[in-house]
Structure formats: structure tokens, C-alpha cells
């Protein structure tokens, strides 16, 4: 078992940045590669940004690339989401995920079937 923990969501304006955090506790955090998710009022949960057990690899959904940013710290277990130039469309609760999937880009596919998932922070953007 993995458990999952996010923080780091609140109000911002667009434009602002902020970044999120995922701790992990557990099985081992390196032996899993990580993923954010999110999901906006009224939609479905939609694939955000992955990342490879050694860091080595990271993947973007189109809407989010160029802005949003994921990193992990293994011996933290520990994985981030920077997010600039935040949009009011950015506005949903995000989630971090785990899984050893073969592909990173995987996780795009994957969603919901994902192994382990935290409760989420919310994240909202005022225009």
C-alpha cells in the first residue's frame, strides 16, 4: 500500500503561480512512477503531468505544458507540481497518483485505474 497526501492547493489569481506537494508513505515512493491528475467542476478527471521513478522522465498534457512543472524527491518521497501563469481554467481539485505502469505516458491512458491516489487539494483561479 501507498498512501498519499496532497497540500499546497488554494485561491490565487490568474497569472499567479503556486506549487503542490505529494507525500508519500508506505511501500517503497521510488519504486512507483507518479502522476497529477485533476478535475474541474462538473468534468471528468483528466491526466495533468507524470513523472518516472528516477526523475529521469516527464510527460505533459497539452493544456498544461510550458506552465506546469513535476519533480520528485525521492529521499523526501515527495513529488511536486509547480504551476505558473496559472489560467481560470486550471481551476479544479488535483490529485497525485502512483503506479508502475511500463510508460509514463501511460498514466494518460490509465486515469481512474490508477494503483493509489491521495484525497486531493483544491486549486481555484479568480480571473
Known amino acids: 500500500q501507498v498512501q498519499l497526501v496532497e497540500s499546497g492547493g488554494g485561491l490565487v489569481q490568474a497569472g499567479d503561480s503556486l506549487r503542490l506537494s505529494c507525500v508519500a508513505s508506505?511501500?517503497?515512493?521510488?519504486?512507483?512512477?507518479m502522476g497529477w491528475f485533476r478535475q474541474a467542476p462538473g468534468k471528468e478527471r483528466e491526466f495533468v503531468a507524470a513523472?518516472?521513478?528516477?526523475?529521469?522522465?516527464?510527460y505533459y498534457a497539452d493544456s498544461v505544458k510550458g506552465r506546469l512543472i513535476i519533480s520528485r524527491d525521492n529521499a523526501k518521497n515527495a513529488v511536486d507540481l509547480q504551476m505558473n501563469s496559472l489560467k481560470p481554467e486550471d481551476t479544479a481539485v488535483y490529485y497525485c497518483?502512483?503506479?508502475?505502469?511500463?510508460?509514463?505516458?501511460?498514466?494518460?491512458?490509465?486515469?481512474?485505474?490508477?494503483?493509489?491516489w491521495g484525497k486531493g487539494t483544491l486549486v481555484t483561479v479568480s480571473s
Open positions: 508506505g511501500r517503497a515512493f521510488s519504486d512507483y512512477h
Open positions: 497518483a502512483a503506479d508502475r505502469v511500463t510508460f509514463i505516458q501511460d498514466m494518460a491512458i490509465k486515469g481512474r485505474r490508477m494503483a493509489y
Open positions: 513523472i518516472s521513478w528516477i526523475g529521469s522522465s516527464t
